[in-house]
């Protein structure tokens, strides 16, 4: 005879489980969605079975501790009252996304994005690391890009080899400005921030100084903010310490961080069907 387990739902019928949630009010990101109102509010209290959300006008509604019943960036999870013993909150990379343990690198794409020199790539590295080996993404540096329409030709760019370029102090009327006006190729994507160097999409506050010194027009940038604010003449140890202070997404500007989003995704779009 045969042996049949006592759950007889067919396997496509059968839902997967979703993350359980802490349903913290101490939590100040905290940020669910209801998904049958699609009331979105930050947890702010929690009693037996039921959770408060107060959405940014202020407003509150009380919601039951159903299973299923919230979004979180976008994903289904089980909101459950904190307390000893529960879950803890998804981890999350650098860059705010969803950490998925475990996962194993991909596959480098075809598709590349470029930055323009060693500092960007290792901001970028430090901050989307984890999403761009997940994603299969290459971050490669230029020295500059005086070339890039020679550059944008060699590397070949098609639907399946994207190319996303991301350019510093790209604001209008720059030489950086009308250098990105010239590459049209539809598969490849120019953005830009609008700092001098990419040290500038580092927000003073996490550095502890009150703002970016300006600096006279013909020197040279770097030396300059080493020298206003008293730091050794070492532009490589000064870096050094900028990057150390980076520890996520929030220590950064958001022009930086909604250009290096555009970036991957651009890249890591599925090719039009043809």
């Given amino acids: 005879m045969r042996s049949y387990s006592p759950d007889l739902t067919p396997p496509w019928k ?3 489980p979703v993350p359980e949630v802490p349903a913290d009010p101490s ?7 209801e998904v049958t109102t699609g009331f979105c509010g930050a947890v702010v209290g929690c009693e037996a079975g039921t959770v408060t959300l107060e959405d940014r006008f202020g407003k ?4 039951p501790l159903a299973p299923r019943g919230f979004l979180l960036d976008g994903q289904v999870v089980t909101l459950v009252r904190p307390g000893a013993g529960a879950p803890a909150r998804p981890a999350r990379t650098a860059s705010g996304s969803l950490a998925v343990p475990g996962a194993r690198a991909r596959v480098a794409r075809a598709g590349r994005i470029y930055v323009e020199g060693r500092h960007d790539a290792e901001l ?6 984890d999403d761009l080996r997940i994603e299969g993404v290459v971050v ?60 500038g999409a580092v927000k003073p506050s996490s550095l ?11 020197e040279d940038w770097k030396t300059g903010v080493c020298r206003a604010l008293g730091w050794p003449a070492n532009t490589g140890a000064a870096w050094q310490h900028i990057l150390s202070r980076v520890g996520s997404y929030k220590d950064l ?18 090719a039009a069907p043809g």
């Fill in 14 to 16: 059968k839902r997967a």
């Fill in 27 to 33: 939590d100040p990101d905290l940020v669910v969605e």
């Fill in 124 to 129: 970028v590295e430090k901050v989307w690391g």
């Fill in 208 to 218: 502890g100084i009150a703002g970016w010194p300006r600096v006279p027009r013909g």
């Fill in 253 to 270: 500007e958001p022009e930086l961080l909604g250009r290096v989003e555009e970036l991957i995704d651009f890249v890591t779009a599925p």
């Fill in 140 to 199: 490669e540096y230029l020295a500059g890009i005086d070339d890039l329409p020679a550059i944008v030709e060699e590397f070949a760019p098609g639907p399946d080899a994207r190319l996303g370029v991301l350019v510093d102090h790209l604001v209008p009327g720059s030489k950086e400005s009308r250098i990105a006006a010239s590459v049209t190729d539809p598969q490849v994507l120019v953005v830009g921030h609008p700092y001098i160097d990419v040290w």
């Fill in 60 to 63: 509150h509604r009380v919601f």
